[in-house]
Protein backbone atom coordinates (compact mmCIF):
# COMPACT_ATOMS: atom_id res chain seq x y z
CA UNK A 1 0.00 0.00 0.00
CA UNK A 2 1.54 3.18 -0.75
CA UNK A 3 1.01 5.49 1.80
CA UNK A 4 2.22 7.99 4.45
CA UNK A 5 1.83 7.59 8.15
CA UNK A 6 1.65 10.21 10.43
CA UNK A 7 1.19 11.25 14.44
CA UNK A 8 -0.78 14.43 14.68
CA UNK A 9 -0.89 14.17 19.08
CA UNK A 10 0.62 12.50 21.91
CA UNK A 11 -0.19 12.04 25.46
CA UNK A 12 1.59 9.83 28.02
CA UNK A 13 -0.14 8.42 31.12
CA UNK A 14 1.46 5.31 33.22
CA UNK A 15 2.65 2.94 30.97
CA UNK A 16 0.62 3.95 27.98
CA UNK A 17 1.03 6.73 25.26
CA UNK A 18 -1.46 7.70 23.47
CA UNK A 19 -1.39 8.65 19.57
CA UNK A 20 -3.25 10.22 16.63
CA UNK A 21 -1.80 8.59 14.08
CA UNK A 22 -3.43 8.76 10.23
CA UNK A 23 -2.20 7.27 6.91
CA UNK A 24 -2.90 9.30 3.72
CA UNK A 25 -3.69 6.56 1.46
CA UNK A 26 -4.49 9.59 -1.56
CA UNK A 27 -7.23 11.41 -0.97
CA UNK A 28 -8.60 10.41 2.03
CA UNK A 29 -7.59 10.53 5.88
CA UNK A 30 -7.50 6.92 7.51
CA UNK A 31 -7.01 8.51 11.38
CA UNK A 32 -7.17 6.54 14.64
CA UNK A 33 -6.23 6.94 18.57
CA UNK A 34 -3.60 4.09 19.07
CA UNK A 35 -2.36 3.01 22.38
CA UNK A 36 1.08 2.27 22.81
CA UNK A 37 2.13 -0.11 25.92
CA UNK A 38 5.53 1.50 26.36
CA UNK A 39 6.40 -0.67 29.83
CA UNK A 40 9.43 -2.08 28.16
CA UNK A 41 10.86 0.88 26.26
CA UNK A 42 13.06 -1.24 24.28
CA UNK A 43 10.24 -2.86 22.85
CA UNK A 44 6.60 -1.01 22.57
CA UNK A 45 3.76 -2.76 21.54
CA UNK A 46 0.48 -1.36 20.28
CA UNK A 47 -2.02 -2.45 22.67
CA UNK A 48 -5.65 -0.84 21.10
CA UNK A 49 -6.80 1.15 18.68
CA UNK A 50 -9.95 3.10 17.32
CA UNK A 51 -10.97 4.95 14.09
CA UNK A 52 -11.30 8.74 14.51
CA UNK A 53 -13.32 10.38 11.51
CA UNK A 54 -11.01 13.64 10.16
CA UNK A 55 -7.72 15.26 10.82
CA UNK A 56 -7.21 14.36 13.97
CA UNK A 57 -4.63 16.85 15.94
CA UNK A 58 -4.55 17.22 19.66
CA UNK A 59 -5.39 14.42 22.60
CA UNK A 60 -5.58 14.78 26.59
CA UNK A 61 -6.31 12.08 29.01
CA UNK A 62 -8.08 11.85 31.91
CA UNK A 63 -9.68 9.16 34.09
CA UNK A 64 -10.45 6.33 31.69
CA UNK A 65 -11.17 8.56 28.45
CA UNK A 66 -9.11 9.92 25.74
CA UNK A 67 -10.86 13.95 24.61
CA UNK A 68 -9.50 14.09 20.73
CA UNK A 69 -9.95 17.20 18.25
CA UNK A 70 -10.45 16.78 14.78
CA UNK A 71 -10.34 19.27 11.82
CA UNK A 72 -11.45 18.33 8.19
CA UNK A 73 -9.71 18.27 5.16
CA UNK A 74 -11.14 18.41 1.54
CA UNK A 75 -8.76 17.00 -0.58
CA UNK A 76 -10.19 18.52 -3.89
CA UNK A 77 -10.04 21.71 -2.67
CA UNK A 78 -6.60 21.32 -0.65
CA UNK A 79 -8.05 23.48 2.16
CA UNK A 80 -9.79 22.71 5.94
CA UNK A 81 -13.35 23.07 5.73
CA UNK A 82 -13.75 25.18 8.98
CA UNK A 83 -15.23 22.23 10.79
CA UNK A 84 -14.25 20.45 13.55
CA UNK A 85 -15.20 17.89 16.34
CA UNK A 86 -14.03 16.82 19.66
CA UNK A 87 -14.62 12.70 20.86
CA UNK A 88 -14.59 11.74 23.86
CA UNK A 89 -13.26 8.10 23.47
CA UNK A 90 -13.73 5.45 26.89
CA UNK A 91 -10.53 4.01 27.13
CA UNK A 92 -11.49 2.10 30.02
CA UNK A 93 -10.48 -1.19 28.47
CA UNK A 94 -7.40 -0.53 26.69
CA UNK A 95 -7.35 -2.92 24.28
CA UNK A 96 -10.77 -1.84 22.95
CA UNK A 97 -11.37 1.66 23.11
CA UNK A 98 -14.51 3.30 21.31
CA UNK A 99 -16.25 6.43 21.11
CA UNK A 100 -18.46 7.23 23.80
CA UNK A 101 -19.54 11.04 22.44
CA UNK A 102 -18.66 14.09 20.23
CA UNK A 103 -19.94 17.15 19.65
CA UNK A 104 -19.04 19.84 16.99
CA UNK A 105 -17.13 23.03 17.19
CA UNK A 106 -16.55 26.15 14.83
CA UNK A 107 -13.54 26.32 12.91
CA UNK A 108 -10.14 23.87 12.48
CA UNK A 109 -9.62 22.88 16.03
CA UNK A 110 -5.86 22.37 16.98
CA UNK A 111 -5.16 22.10 20.51
CA UNK A 112 -7.04 20.71 23.60
CA UNK A 113 -6.38 20.71 27.22
CA UNK A 114 -8.98 18.94 29.84
CA UNK A 115 -9.69 19.99 33.26
CA UNK A 116 -12.28 18.63 35.81
CA UNK A 117 -15.88 19.03 33.82
CA UNK A 118 -14.13 21.00 31.19
CA UNK A 119 -12.21 20.51 27.31
CA UNK A 120 -11.12 23.58 25.96
CA UNK A 121 -9.93 23.74 22.15
CA UNK A 122 -8.21 26.34 20.23
CA UNK A 123 -9.61 27.04 16.26
CA UNK A 124 -8.35 29.03 14.16
CA UNK A 125 -8.78 29.63 9.98
CA UNK A 126 -5.62 31.70 7.85
CA UNK A 127 -6.60 32.56 4.84
CA UNK A 128 -3.58 31.57 2.56
CA UNK A 129 -3.09 34.80 0.55
CA UNK A 130 -3.11 37.37 2.87
CA UNK A 131 -1.79 34.69 5.88
CA UNK A 132 -3.98 36.31 8.11
CA UNK A 133 -6.31 34.50 10.92
CA UNK A 134 -9.94 34.08 11.52
CA UNK A 135 -12.22 32.39 13.64
CA UNK A 136 -9.33 32.33 16.19
CA UNK A 137 -10.94 30.88 19.46
CA UNK A 138 -10.91 29.42 22.40
CA UNK A 139 -14.04 27.40 22.82
CA UNK A 140 -15.35 25.55 26.16
CA UNK A 141 -17.06 22.32 25.82
CA UNK A 142 -18.34 20.74 29.44
CA UNK A 143 -17.67 17.13 29.09
CA UNK A 144 -19.93 15.95 32.22
CA UNK A 145 -21.96 13.84 30.32
CA UNK A 146 -19.23 11.80 27.84
CA UNK A 147 -22.16 10.88 25.61
CA UNK A 148 -23.17 14.21 24.46
CA UNK A 149 -20.40 17.02 25.03
CA UNK A 150 -21.79 20.69 25.02
CA UNK A 151 -20.39 23.92 23.78
CA UNK A 152 -20.50 26.07 26.67
CA UNK A 153 -18.81 29.45 25.05
CA UNK A 154 -16.37 30.71 23.54
CA UNK A 155 -14.17 33.48 23.27
CA UNK A 156 -11.80 35.07 20.55
CA UNK A 157 -8.37 34.93 20.64
CA UNK A 158 -5.97 37.20 18.40
CA UNK A 159 -3.91 35.56 15.76
CA UNK A 160 -4.32 32.42 15.01
CA UNK A 161 -5.26 30.42 18.48
CA UNK A 162 -2.97 27.45 18.64
CA UNK A 163 -1.17 25.49 21.79
CA UNK A 164 -3.13 25.23 25.21
CA UNK A 165 -1.76 24.89 28.94
CA UNK A 166 -2.63 26.16 32.47
CA UNK A 167 -0.77 28.26 35.12
CA UNK A 168 -2.64 28.62 38.41
CA UNK A 169 -5.97 29.91 37.76
CA UNK A 170 -5.18 30.48 33.81
CA UNK A 171 -5.72 28.99 30.61
CA UNK A 172 -2.00 29.95 28.80
CA UNK A 173 -2.99 30.03 24.85
CA UNK A 174 -0.30 30.73 21.89
CA UNK A 175 -1.00 32.38 18.80
CA UNK A 176 0.17 32.37 15.56
CA UNK A 177 0.80 35.65 15.17
CA UNK A 178 3.49 34.97 17.27
Known amino acids: KNSQKSVSGMFIK ?18 QLEIIDISNK ?16 GIF ?33 IKYPKVAGYCNVPANSWSIFVKDSFAYTS ?34 IPGGAWEIDTKDSFLIISNNDG
Not at 17 to 31: R, V, W
Open 61 to 93: VQDKYAYINNSYFDYQTKQYTQESKLFIVDIGN
Open 14 to 31: GNYAFLNSMEMPGNTDES
Open 123 to 156: SSVMAEETKSYSNSLLQVIEITDKKAPLLNGKCS
Open 42 to 57: NSPKLTGSCKIEGTPN
